[in-house]
T-cell receptor, first 116, second 113 residues
Framework: NAGVTQTPKFQVLKTGQSMTLQCAQD?????MYWYRQDPGMGLRLIYYSASEGTTDKGEVPNGYNVSRLNKREFSLRLESAAPSQTSVYFC???????????????FGPGTRLTVT | SQQGEEDPQALSIQEGENATMNCSYK?????LQWYRQNSGRGLVHLILIRSNEREKHSGRLRVTLDTSKKSSSLLITASRAADTASYFC?????????????FGQGTILTVHP
């Protein structure tokens, strides 16, 4: 199993450009997440998808959109990149049972994004 | 806002010593999780402790949870150089916050050979 994969690994954008970060998992997990990690800030949740067909905002959703394309894939789109979006972006997935308990999350290797 | 606050922010020890990291949080939780992050990599789940549990072990790891004090600690015994990493606690409140883990800022652990 590859686990959680993310593409690209690195990206440099100019202010105002758009891009989509791709994430896929092969563990048949229902839930998927996008985080950003900034120095001294820990991880902050951008958006999550509890199951295929649903998405919800996290702590810092402004400037981002997401698509849960199918059970495996969850993409994050920056429509008009800003320098404040310079960060490392992590995708994660987790299983979910019928009692809606929260299990551990499995993380991808991250995408390092710089917006100039 | 950050739910978990970790202490210390950085910890430097010699190989073979024990390392203790603490996490405090503000609101009631369903469970608390600890993760490790090696430099430049994604996070790796270490251990999950539910609100009705007080202590959990996994290999050289021991986690305690005190819900009355809203705090948790992670103890790594007999540390190795390979334990050098950042360690994060994350809380899950349950209920309407379904799906949302809130991470602390992390403790940077350096284990010197």
């Amino acid at each position: 199993n590859a686990g959680v994969t993310q593409t690209p690994k690195f990206q440099v954008l100019k202010t105002g450009q758009s891009m989509t970060l791709q994430c896929a998992q092969d563990m048949n997990h229902n839930s998927m997440y996008w985080y950003r990690q900034d120095p001294g800030m820990g991880l902050r949740l951008i958006y999550y998808s509890a199951s295929e067909g649903t998405t919800d905002k996290g702590e810092v959703p402004n400037g981002y959109n997401v698509s849960r394309l199918n059970k495996r894939e969850f993409s994050l789109r920056l429509e008009s990149a800003a320098p404040s979006q310079t960060s490392v972006y992590f995708c994660a997935s987790s299983p979910r049972d019928r009692d809606r308990r929260m299990y551990e999350q499995y993380f991808g290797p991250g995408t390092r994004l710089t917006v100039t | 806002s950050q739910q978990g606050e970790e202490d210390p922010q950085a910890l430097s020890i010699q190989e073979g010593e024990n390392a203790t990291m603490n996490c405090s949080y503000k609101t009631s939780i369903n469970n608390l999780q600890w993760y490790r992050q090696n430099s430049g990599r994604g996070l790796v789940h270490l251990i999950l402790i539910r609100s009705n549990e007080r202590e959990k072990h996994s290999g050289r790891l021991r986690v305690t949870l005190d819900t009355s004090k809203k705090s948790s600690s992670l103890l790594i015994t007999a540390s190795r150089a390979a334990d050098t990493a950042s360690y994060f606690c994350a809380t899950y409140a349950g209920g309407t916050s379904y799906g949302k883990l809130t991470f602390g800022q992390g403790t940077i652990l350096t284990v010197h050979p």
